[in-house]
């Protein structure tokens, strides 16, 4: 069976009549696109209009993207699916320092002591990250990993501890209170840099390494140990992924790991961090963008009058002073007709968010729906106004920020197939359609608008960057290059340059929402293999000797006490919903965990089974803890096809 | 580099001998039982990828136990070891004495080598093809193979049999008669399956349960130190040297006067002198004796010892190794193989001495696998040296702390190359690096190595006992100190001959009697296979380094191979040539190719080819081999039949005048 699903590239708008697409010009499709917006803003006013922006496209993209909401519109309802994976990270790491963004680099990676892998098997699905750890490894660093399979990243690893589905925070706890009670808490850093430490003591001290096996099923002895090594290693990172971010209670798992640096010292210092490790190419510059709907470019707080008015200036429109919605949010509004009209670019909701059937409905719920994107995705298919758009990553000029924050340059080395229009000029055509008189600028143009506005970009001129292939912020000054982590500050003698200290995160335990039970008695967690990535719109079109189709991961004593073959069909089956696909038996796996990914909607529709129980600070989804059932299916329904 | 293992079980007894070598294992994770504990927690990452140099001797003990190496057995190697499977298996085919294919238990190594087949090893291939049908064979009771080279050149022609099992054995036929070949290739019964299979040696402690109640001697070695029932026994390692017991001698002075397996008896004979007046020396001390010595190495290359140690020793990075290059396989040498067996204590104790130069506190002593007796009496002298503080902890009392690990090869001639060894004793494939970095700055793991041959080591003894000015009065002045040669062919005594530096090769043949009566010398090989030939009208070539570079050839190793008038020279060559082609690593392109390239053409010029045509493509293949070679198999790959052409004039039009010596 073919498991790809390539899709052609669109080259001609398309916009909905009588119920179907049908092919229009470019002109009767951006006036169509102009027109729904247009009406809705007037009819509801511009809070009823939403836009998802593409974490893989360019900061001058997502630049535009937010600036196309916030001015053209007038709302603060911009997003992307970094909601879906690291709007946690950030949320947590702001909370703590200031500013979300991982706070190592690369090369420290390659230069560390220890390094934690927590809830993230990079080997798979950040292979790039991956070759710095084994830089790191080779050099002589340890490598811990956390996580409930044993990955193709653990079995790298020095220790491996395999913790149930959701017990992050006690295992957290755990290891802080035995680094406490072991006397290795780094007390000048706590005391100097820190807010809430007795508090956080208390909040520890019940999770004793007893209390914390009988939660989280990882042997005492393990706890202690890499509550041990951390405490001991003179450098360490801390790494994650979304095992930590896809929960309903993301920011506060974050937070909890965020604590362990506070109070070992291991942030601020060269060789030392907290870094979650991003999974799109620019899921980093999206945020920094203000493609998010509570920041402006460069992190910067949009309840602040202040920042506004620079910003008002340059745009000449007042931004309104209040968050807006998240893209979980936006969804749920669109249930409640908040949210009427939706543009998205470059994004696939329908099968990127939870529970597929709600997403569909939510989206058909709504008055006008454009879609800009290369190819006729499932949520493209549900749209009004269809726009053919580049490939940002070859067909225009920009920058990507990657996970340690490096700004690079990307060049254009394609025209987009005929037909087909970059995306800042499609945004700009429709800024003129709705009243503002966008030129359109060049990529250089637009990113010396995000220098003029966002003070941590504004030493990074085109030349510079090019010139050091690629600057991280922050970057004040074209002077200076700032050092490569974050938050040195916390380490100052005078208080007046340390700043803020960073408050302790006081989070509790809260498990999975989707319990267990007799009829769901399988933990289902979710996530990616190697050679596919999320939805498959990008991956599935390529071929790959390793693909083997959606598969449920069972343990080999699941599989027997089942009674079923590698390879044989079962029906898995949650509380919303049911599926069929073919078993493979894995020794990473233990018994009651079992494990899908998301890359082959067409064969097997995983976000059926999951649960849209969000963190209700960033408003992520926990894709990682379904309760399932799994039966053997009769002859006969073994062809894997999704059940509605 | 993800570890992909394979879905194949290991039989109990393939998992007996790997964990005989790596120690049972420690959870469901690296090879062991599945255990609830398993599902919550794994530990390896660097305690297991340290263990990777380990990989080479747990192949061994699977192809020493059941005579080849199954999928199973591989995939619980790498799953004890966290090395993928397919590198594992790259690791495993690169060596010839490995089988991925099931085979028979005994494996019957005939050397059809250039020594061996001037003394009509052809017959005995034929013999053995009718008899057991074609080389390499999974069927039937015994399988053979043509070999390179063994190492027996002075009984040539020379057979191994190897036979897999609990406890593995082997035997020679040298000279090989057909009779001792039937022998040699007649199967014996599976030996009775309880027991023996823990304890042994394979060059590293073993950690298998169940040692204490075994029937094995107090010093267990890797081959049983009976042979095969029905062969002869292998004759006396001084039998390999004529004249033993010569009072000339220095280096061979305890061939033959002592029991290779005591310890006693070596230092009745001026053992461990040496090492005490090291000690006595200081670091510093040795390594100025040997360089006054002006000792240059014995494999090949003659680079100053004493720089090569200072160079090691003054090296900030640590920890600093020593590695004994023993695994002697240029086509006719067996000088290494000689001391090894004749006198192993000699060098373990120069081993110690160079550990205690040069900052070192584990030697490797890679020993080629096609030498089981060497093996065993090397073994048995480390176990005994340990018992009496001569390695461990605090040497002689010293506090100096030296041991040494054992590492059989396994049949890859590259791996005798300065850098290729190291990567066959770290468990990788035997492939040569680029230099630099040195094997002084970056050798073995990565760390400063000094990489001594066997006979360069024992040399020490002597400069250590005489005082290096003393030694370097020994010989000329540009070559010092005794020399050892490896003298084979068609002379009345072929043999190992120790004579000091400036002998010229009329003396070394007449030493050995010269020829016998009616034949007369065609050719001599010098240094090997890499060397070259001479003409027998060049007799008064002297044997030292510079006197052999002023006649533009090459002592090499040591090898005097003399051809004589009845030898086939272009068969020889293509010998040569099949060599190299079999030998190359294929890393590189000039040798990959170059070697087939003078393989075939060889090949036809020996079926009725156009020389002139053909020795202009060798010519040109040659000069890139040379060029471009990263190591010196391909830069020496044509240094053979480069010299039969222009010196033999091998391929002269008939009627040619003879050619005067071309420098």
């Known amino acids: 069976m073919d498991f790809s699903a390539p899709y052609d590239r669109l080259t001609r708008p398309l916009v909905r009549d009588g119920g179907e697409l049908r092919p229009a010009s470019w002109e009767e499709a951006l006036d169509r696109a102009a027109a729904g917006f247009r009406r809705g803003v007037q009819e509801h006013g511009p809070d009823s209009f939403g836009m998802l922006s593409c974490a893989r496209a360019t900061n001058e993209m997502n630049f535009m993207a937010q600036k196309f909401t916030r001015v053209v519109i007038g709302t603060n309802n911009v997003d992307s699916c970094n909601r879906t994976c690291h709007a946690p990270s950030v949320a947590g790491l702001s909370a703590a320092f200031g500013s979300g963004g991982g706070t190592s680099s690369y090369a420290e990676v390659e230069d560390t002591d220890l390094i934690v ?65 072991a006397g290795l808490a780094n007390e000048t850093f706590v ?442 299916v009769t002859e006969g329904a073994e062809e894997p096809v999704s059940v509605r | 580099m993800d570890l992909r293992f394979l879905d194949e079980t290991p039989t ?185 299979s823990n304890g042994r040696a394979n060059g590293v402690p073993a950690h298998g349960p169940g040692t204490a109640d075994r029937d094995l001697p107090a010093a267990p070695t890797t081959f049983d130190d009976v042979p095969l029932p029905g062969t002869d026994p292998e004759p006396a390692p001084a039998d390999a040297v004529p004249d033993a017991g010569s009072p000339d001698h220095v280096l061979l002075r305890r061939i033959g006067r002592v029991d290779p397996l005591s310890l006693d008896d070596y230092r009745a004979e001026g053992g461990y002198l040496a090492l005490r007046e090291a000690l006595r020396l200081g670091p510093a001390g040795v390594i100025r004796e040997v360089s006054d010595s002006g000792l240059v190495g014995r494999g090949g290359a003659a680079f100053p010892t004493g720089r090569k140690w200072q160079a090691t020793a003054s090296q900030p990075d640590g920890p600093h190794y020593l590695v004994c290059n023993a695994d002697e396989s240029e086509p006719g040498t067996f000088k290494d193989r000689v001391i090894m067996e004749g006198d192993p204590f000699s060098l373990i104790e120069a081993m110690t001495i160079a550990g205690y130069a040069i900052g070192a506190h584990t030697g490797y002593l890679y020993i080629r696998g096609e030498y089981p007796r060497a093996l065993r009496h090397l073994e048995n002298a480390i176990t005994v040296a340990r018992e009496r503080d001569l390695l461990g902890d605090d040497v002689l009392g010293s506090g100096f702390s030296f041991d040494i690990e054992i590492r059989r090869g396994a049949g890859a001639y590259i791996c005798g190359e300065e850098t290729a060894i190291f990567g066959s004793i770290e468990g990788e494939r035997g492939e040569p690096r680029t230099k630099p970095p040195f094997p002084v700055e970056k050798g073995l793991f990565g760390k400063p190595t000094a990489v001594n041959n066997v006979e360069t080591l024992v040399n020490v003894l002597p400069i250590l006992l005489m005082g290096g000015p003393a030694y370097a009065a020994v010989g000329t002045e540009g070559s010092t100190g005794p020399k050892l040669f490896c003298l084979s062919g068609g002379v009345r005594r072929p043999g190992l001959y120790e004579l000091p530096f400036g002998a010229t090769l009329r003396d070394l043949i007449e030493a050995a009697g010269g020829m016998p009566e009616g034949r007369s010398i065609q050719a001599v090989l010098l240094g090997g296979a890499a060397g070259a030939f001479v003409r027998g009208d060049e007799l008064d070539i002297p044997l030292t380094f510079e006197g052999a570079r002023a006649a533009g050839t090459t002592l090499g190793s040591g090898v005097v191979l003399v051809l004589d008038d009845t030898a086939d020279l272009v068969a020889t060559l293509v010998r040569v040539a099949a060599f190299f082609r079999d030998e190359s690593c294929g890393q ?76």
């Open chain 1, 117 to 181: 892998i927590w809830g993230g098997n990079p080997r798979f699905a950040h292979p790039i990250f991956f070759q710095h750890v084994l830089k790191g490894v080779r050099n002589g660093a340890r490598l811990f990993v956390v996580d409930p399979r044993r990955t193709s990243t653990a079995e790298w690893a020095d220790r491996w501890l395999g913790l149930n589905v959701g017990t992050d925070i006690p295992l957290a706890h755990a290891i802080a209170r035995e680094i406490l009670h």
């Open chain 1, 191 to 632: 005391q100097r840099a820190t807010s809430g430490f007795e508090e956080y003591r208390a909040l520890v001290e019940p999770w004793t390494l007893s209390a914390a096996e009988a939660e989280t099923g990882v042997p005492a002895e393990a706890i202690r140990e890499l509550a041990h090594a951390y405490a001991r290693a003179e450098r360490a990172q801390m790494c994650w992924t979304l095992g930590i971010t896809e929960h309903h209670n993301a920011t506060d798992n974050v937070r909890a790991l965020i604590n362990l640096a506070l109070l070992t010292g291991h942030v601020g210092r060269y060789g030392s961090g907290l870094n979650p490790l991003r999974g799109q190419n620019n899921v980093q510059g999206g945020g920094d963008m203000g493609a998010i709907p509570d920041r402006l470019a460069g992190f910067q707080d949009i309840l602040d009058a202040r920042v506004r008015s620079r910003f008002e200036d340059v745009w000449g429109r007042p931004i309104q002073g209040a968050k807006g919605k998240t893209l979980t949010q936006m969804f749920e509004a669109m249930e409640e007709s908040e949210i009427r009209t939706l543009y998205v670019i470059g994004e696939n909701p329908v099968q990127s968010e939870p529970e597929t059937h709600k997403t569909t409905s939510r989206l058909r719920s709504l008055d006008h729906l454009v879609v800009q994107d290369i190819f006729l995705t499932r949520t493209a298919e549900l749209a009004d106004v269809v726009l053919p758009a580049s490939a940002s990553w070859c067909e225009s000029d920009g920058t990507f920020t990657n996970s340690e924050r490096r700004v690079q340059l990307v060049r254009k080395a394609l025209d987009p197939p005929e037909g087909a229009r970059d995306d800042i000029e499609i945004m700009c055509d429709l800024a003129t359609r709705l009243g503002h008189d966008w030129e359109r600028p060049a990529a250089e143009d637009i990113w010396n608008e995000v220098r003029s506005l966002s003070p941590m970009h504004r030493g990074m001129s085109y030349a510079r960057l090019e010139e050091h292939q690629g600057i991280q912020w922050p970057c004040f000054s074209e002077d200076e290059l700032e050092p490569s982590f974050l938050h040195r500050r916390l380490w100052a003698q005078d208080p007046a340059e340390r700043g803020e200290p960073a408050p302790f995160g006081i989070v509790g335990h809260s498990p999975p929402v989707d319990l267990l039970d007799e009829d769901f008695p399988f933990r289902l967690t979710t996530g990616r293999r190697l050679d596919d990535y999320n939805t498959g719109v990008q991956t599935g079109g390529f071929s790959s000797p390793l693909r083997r189709g959606e598969l449920l991961d069972l343990s080999p004593e699941d599989a027997d006490k089942l009674g079923v073959a590698d390879g044989e069909v079962v029906r898995v089956s949650s509380r919303r919903g049911s599926v069929l696909v073919p078993v493979s038996i894995s020794d990473a796996m233990r018994p009651g965990l079992v494990f899908m990914t998301f890359h082959f909607p067409h064969q097997v529709d995983t976000q059926l089974l999951t649960i849209d129980a969000t963190d209700p600070i960033a408003g992520t989804a926990e894709y990682k803890a379904a309760a399932v059932s799994i039966e053997r």
């Open chain 2, 12 to 196: 109990d007894t393939e998992r007996e001998a790997v964990d005989s070598v790596l120690g049972p294992p420690e959870s469901g994770w690296d090879g062991g039982t599945r255990l609830d504990t398993d599902l919550r927690y794994a530990r390896g990452g660097h305690t297991a990828r340290d263990r990777r140099d380990l990989l080479l001797p747990a192949l061994h003990a699977v192809n020493d136990r059941v005579g080849w190496i199954s999928p199973g057995a591989l995939d619980h190697v790498c799953r004890r070891l966290t090395v993928p499977p397919a590198e594992a298996y790259a690791v495993a085919s690169f060596y010839a004495m490995f089988a991925l294919q099931e085979r028979p238990r005994r494996v019957v190594h005939l050397c059809t080598d250039i020594a061996c087949a001037a003394k009509g090893s052809g017959p005995l291939r034929d013999r053995l093809a009718e008899r057991h049908g074609p080389p390499g064979g999974h069927d039937g009771d015994v399988t053979w193979h043509e070999s390179p080279c063994l190492g027996m050149c002075e009984r040539a022609p020379a057979a191994l049999a190897i036979e897999a099992g609990p406890r593995p054995r082997s035997a020679v036929a040298a000279p090989a008669t057909p009779g001792a070949i039937d022998t040699l290739a007649a199967a014996s019964p599976e030996p009775a399956a309880n027991g023996h």
């Open chain 2, 588 to 663: 590189c392109v000039p040798c990959r190719v170059g070697t087939v390239r003078q393989e075939e053409s060889l090949l036809r010029i020996s079926r009725g080819g156009d020389p002139a045509s053909e020795v202009a493509l060798l010519r040109e293949v040659g000069q890139a081999m040379r060029d471009a070679s990263i190591c010196g198999l391909g830069q020496t790959a044509w240094n053979a039949v480069e010299s039969a052409v222009d010196r033999l004039g091998l391929f002269d039009a008939p009627g040619a005048p003879a050619r005067e010596r071309t420098p």
